[in-house]
């Protein structure tokens, strides 16, 4: 069980806007930035948002993140059919458990 | 360009040991924390191990506590992942993965990955 939630699934159609939430507490995304992680089948996962909402050079800006208090957010915009993939959610966890938290994974299916 | 390689993975018997590597090239590496980030097969990520620029800090999630030890070489570009006493539950594709100058800094650039296989 991942100390982030997020939900196992999400599908959209071409052109639909889809979120992805992701659900902590306190001591992780209550205090700390929010990371996004896509990982599409057979390779290694890709930054996708850091620091809540900040996208790295080469992402588009389909992409956007938002956090509010325990909870964060991933939207996607303009689905295409490549964006079909496992979204990960991530965060700094100030408790004594272990520094850094995933999600357990959304896989996104494009209809 | 930027980019981590990492080897030494295999299959091995529960109860022993295995030494990850990665080898970082396009960015000064000693400028940066670094972790191992794992993928069980058919599973989600989990976070393994980070480690401070000069080794000073190192963490570790509370499965692998006593078992792993991570550290690097800044004169080499290499991170290391010592593993001992490993179980089935370790069968997995282990990431070496750059984070940012602070420890609460994500992680930005991933490796392709190595498997480790568990198994008698």
């Known amino acids: 069980q991942s100390v982030l939630t997020q939900p196992p699934s999400a599908s959209g159609t071409p052109g639909q806007r889809v979120t992805i939430s992701c659900s902590g507490s306190s001591s992780n995304i209550g205090s700390n930035y929010v990371y996004w992680y896509q990982q599409l089948p057979g390779t290694a996962p890709k930054l996708l948002i850091y620091?809540?909402?900040q996208r790295p050079s080469g992402v588009p800006d389909r992409f956007s993140g938002s956090k509010s208090g325990t909870s964060a957010s991933l939207a996607i915009s303009g689905l295409r059919s490549e964006d079909e993939a496992d979204y990960y959610c991530a965060a700094w966890d100030d408790s004594l458990s272990g520094p850094w938290v995933f999600g357990g994974g959304t896989k996104l299916t494009v209809l | 360009e930027v980019q981590l390689v990492e080897s030494g993975g295999g299959l091995v018997q529960p109860g022993g040991s295995l030494r990850l590597s990665c080898a970082a090239s396009?960015?000064?590496?000693?400028?940066?924390?670094m972790s191992w980030v794992r993928q069980a097969p058919g599973k989600g990520l989990e976070w393994v191990a980070n480690i401070k620029q000069d080794g000073s800090e190192k963490y570790y999630v509370d499965s692998v506590k006593g078992r792993f030890t991570i550290s690097r070489d800044n004169a080499k570009n290499s991170l290391y992942l010592q593993m001992n006493s490993l179980r089935a539950e370790d069968t997995a594709v282990y990431y070496c993965?750059?984070?940012?100058?602070?420890?609460?800094?994500?992680?930005?650039?991933w490796g392709q990955g190595t498997t480790v296989t568990v198994s008698s």
């Open positions: 620091r809540n909402n």
């Open positions: 396009g960015f000064t590496f000693s400028s940066y924390w």
């Open positions: 993965a750059r984070s940012g100058s602070s420890s609460w800094d994500g992680m930005d650039v």
